[in-house]
């Protein structure tokens, strides 16, 4: 499941007002999560922290894989990992807090 903001929400110059994933994406998480008959695994998209309480909190998301804002490769990178390809080592340029 695929999830995050884009360059119309964060750039240089304009600042979020807070953290937490624009529009129903919690409740999307929540659903599609419930619905699935296994774990979910996430992707995050996005340049800087969002809050992942929901997907954390939950039993039926199995990981999370924050992916920035990949470029041309992206997809294909996206792949790699998601089926076992390639294995990340795990470290990230940010830290993802909870908003509350």
């Known amino acids: 499941l695929f999830v995050g903001i884009s360059g119309t929400q964060e750039r240089e110059n304009h600042d979020r007002s807070d953290i937490g994933?624009?529009?129903?994406?919690?409740?999307?998480?929540?659903?599609?999560?419930?619905?699935?008959k296994g774990p979910v695994a996430l992707v995050l998209i996005s340049g800087s922290s969002v809050d992942v309480s929901a997907a954390h909190d939950s039993a039926h998301v199995g990981a999370m894989l924050w992916a920035g804002y990949p470029g041309q490769s992206g997809g294909r990178a996206i792949a790699d990992v998601l089926f076992g390809r390639y294995s990340p080592a795990g470290r990230l340029p940010v830290t993802f807090h909870f908003a509350n």
């Open 21 to 36: 994933l624009p529009g129903a994406q919690d409740l999307l998480i929540d659903r599609v999560s419930r619905a699935a």
